[in-house]
C-alpha cells in the first residue's frame, strides 16, 4: 500500500513538473503577446480637438510610422515627443492631447511597430529604433535636441528613459514609470523565473541616474498595474533638477484634471 501511494505521489509531481514546464515553454514563446496589446481599444469617442497633421516616419529598418504631428510655434515653444504605452492606438490619448492645445507646446506622437496599423512587431530594441527614428525625424524637421522634451507613458517611460541617456534633451517626462520590466512581470508571474524567461527588460532604474536633462514624474498611489512605489524609487534616483506630480487616488492611467494640467505646465515654463 506504501510502495503504491509513493508511485503516484511520485506520478503527480511529475505531472506537476511537465505542466510547469509547458507553461515556462509558453510564456517564453508568447510573452510578446502578453507584453504588447496593439489591438486593445479604449477609445471613447473623444474627438481631437487640437490641430494635427498626419506624417510618416522611417526607421532604419525600413518600417514606416505613423504619427501626429501639432506645430505651433518651432522658433519659441519647446517641442515634446510622446512615446505611449503598451496597448490601444493612437485615438486612445485623444484626451490627453487636446490638452496641449492651451499650452506652449509643440508636440509629435508617434505608434510604435505594429501599433495604429504599422508594420513590424513590437520589441524592446524595436521601441528604442521607433523613438531614434522619431527623434531624428524632428532634427531633420528643424528642432534641435535642447528643444525636445521626451514624454513616456507607462512602457513609453522606457523609451524615454533609454533614449535621454547622456543627452541634452530640454526635459523628460514620465508618466506611471516602472524600475524595470522585470519587477513588474513579477507582480503577475511571482512563481514564474522572469528574469530568466523575459526578453524584453527595460531596465529603467538602471538609467534613470544617466539622465541629467530636467525631469518630472507622475504617478497614482493606485496603480494596480504598476505599483505606486516603483514611481516614487524612480523619482528617488533620478537627478536634479527633478519634480513630481503624485497623486492619492490616480490609478494606471492617470487623470488629466487640473492639477495635471498645471504641473505640466509649470514644467514646460520652468524649461524656458
Known amino acids: 500500500m506504501l510502495i503504491k501511494f509513493r508511485k503516484n505521489l511520485l506520478q503527480f509531481i511529475l505531472i506537476i513538473f511537465f505542466i510547469y514546464f509547458l507553461v515556462l515553454v509558453f510564456l517564453y514563446f508568447f510573452q510578446r503577446s ?22 510618416k516616419i522611417s526607421t532604419s529598418d525600413n518600417i514606416e510610422l505613423l504619427g501626429w504631428y501639432h506645430k505651433k510655434n518651432l522658433k519659441d515653444f519647446k517641442t515634446l515627443i510622446y512615446f505611449h504605452g503598451n496597448a490601444g492606438s493612437l485615438e486612445n490619448r485623444i484626451h490627453k492631447l487636446n490638452h496641449f492645445e492651451d499650452m506652449n507646446i509643440n508636440f509629435l506622437i508617434i505608434a510604435w511597430r505594429g501599433f495604429s496599423g504599422n508594420d513590424g512587431k513590437p520589441s524592446e530594441q524595436g521601441l528604442y529604433e521607433d523613438g531614434k527614428s522619431t527623434i531624428n525625424w524632428l532634427k531633420k524637421n528643424g528642432v534641435s535636441e535642447k528643444n525636445i522634451i521626451l514624454y513616456g507613458e507607462s512602457l513609453g517611460t522606457g523609451v524615454a528613459t533609454q533614449l535621454a541617456q547622456n543627452k541634452g534633451f530640454a526635459g523628460v517626462i514620465l508618466e506611471t514609470p516602472f524600475t524595470s520590466m522585470i519587477d513588474a512581470a513579477k507582480i503577475f508571474y511571482p512563481y514564474i523565473p522572469v528574469n530568466l524567461l523575459l526578453k524584453d527588460k527595460f531596465e529603467n532604474y538602471k538609467k534613470i541616474k544617466n539622465i541629467n536633462s530636467p525631469i518630472l514624474i507622475m504617478h497614482g498611489e493606485k496603480d494596480q498595474i504598476v505599483p505606486f512605489s516603483m514611481g516614487k524609487k524612480i523619482y528617488e534616483i533620478a537627478n536634479e533638477p527633478k519634480y513630481s506630480h503624485f497623486t492619492k487616488y490616480d490609478n494606471h492611467m492617470m487623470e488629466y484634471d487640473e492639477k495635471l494640467v498645471f504641473a505640466l505646465k509649470s514644467f514646460f515654463k520652468s524649461l524656458n
Open 34 to 55: 502578453l507584453l504588447y496589446h496593439p489591438n486593445e481599444n479604449n477609445y471613447s469617442g473623444d474627438k481631437i480637438l487640437v490641430d494635427i497633421k498626419k506624417v
